[in-house]
């Protein structure tokens, strides 16, 4: 009972344990077998133990030298290497690499602290730049190429597989491939600064049909890019840092906002993206996210601070 409690945490969108992806798969596989190995073998140890401890006549020396050989060397030796064979033969399923040449998606995430710039490569079309969330498509492989332009930072999404490092002045590879739709959580798993904590994306894996509708919805401006907004914001220079397309805002610094509105969260999964959110993150960004680049605005007109907030909203 206690322990059906206990594992019900184990679910959700950031557990490795509850996988929705392939390679999470293998993984939560291999931390099955092992936990379920090493719970028995304890099991087993304990039994001995107690036997050992109400038994009331003595061993004798070559009996409890048997024991000792038996149990205490051979068996420990024939099942770890037994479980080492296990992982090691699951490992090359948990890095495989699309094929070079075939016609795949590939992602590139780069960390920057506090937040990820994310870019769709896809043969044939311009990238798509965008930033804090990652979309895939189910039952694709998608190859993610894993960068750093200041501290290392690493990439986990662990419902859809393993963990590797951003490391700058370094090009990292992981491949993935989502089984089931659904909205996934990825934590920054690396020391990074003041607000590591603070540093997370969403990943939404969709069916193929829904995301290449989606992708090619990103190649465009928003229908929202020409509104009154978008005036203020560039005239309080907000487009120095920030690019929204269909603007003159082309600024590479801070995370892309072409089409922020249609993200699920806000300031790099730490916030629900709201108005008043997105207001609140304008007028006192190292408020809610200590160390972080941006400066504040809060000298500006709150009037001003509404209306480009709103105008953000509304870039779906
Ligand atoms: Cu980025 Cu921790």
Redesign the pocket.
């Known amino acids: 009972m206690l322990t059906v409690a206990w594992l019900s945490g184990c679910s959700g969108i950031q557990s490795a344990i509850d996988p929705a992806g392939e390679e999470a798969t293998h993984v939560a596989t291999l931390f099955w077998v092992m936990t379920c190995g090493g719970a028995l073998i304890w099991a087993g140890t304990v039994a001995v133990l107690l036997y050992a401890v109400r038994r009331r006549t003595l061993y004798s020396e070559p009996a409890a030298s048997r024991l000792i050989f038996w149990a205490g060397a051979v068996f420990p030796a024939i099942t770890l290497i037994l479980l080492l064979g296990y992982a090691l033969w699951l490992m090359p399923s948990l890095r495989p690499l699309a094929q070079p040449g075939a016609p795949t998606l590939r992602i590139e995430v780069t960390?920057r602290?506090?937040w990820w710039r994310v870019i769709y490569r896809q043969p044939g079309t311009p990238p798509v730049v965008s930033a804090n969330e990652i979309r895939l498509p189910v039952g694709e492989r998608v190859e993610f190429t894993l960068k750093s332009d200041d501290v290392i930072?690493?990439f986990w999404i662990p419902a859809l597989g393993g963990k590797m490092d951003m490391i700058p002045g370094r090009e990292n590879r992981l491949s993935l491939r989502a089984t089931k739709p659904g909205t996934f959580r990825g934590p920054?798993?690396?020391?990074?600064g003041t607000s590591?904590a603070l540093?997370a994306f969403s990943a939404v894996a969709m069916e193929p049909a829904e995301f290449r509708q989606w992708l090619a919805g990103q190649h465009v401006p928003s229908a929202g890019a020409t509104g009154t907004g978008a005036r203020l914001f560039i005239r309080h220079g907000c487009g120095a840092c920030h690019a929204v397309a269909g603007t003159e805002a082309t600024g590479m610094l801070g995370p892309d906002l072409s089409h922020l509105g249609s993200r699920e969260t806000l300031g790099a999964g730490i916030l629900p993206n709201s108005q008043d959110n997105i207001a609140r993150f304008i007028a006192e960004p190292d408020v809610i996210k200590p160390g972080v680049q941006m400066p504040g605005f809060d000298m500006l007109p709150p009037d001003d601070i509404e209306a480009i907030a709103s105008w953000l909203k509304g870039l779906k």
Not at 188 to 192: A, L, Q
């Open positions: 960390g602290q506090y930072h690493s920054c798993t690396e020391f990074c590591h540093m």
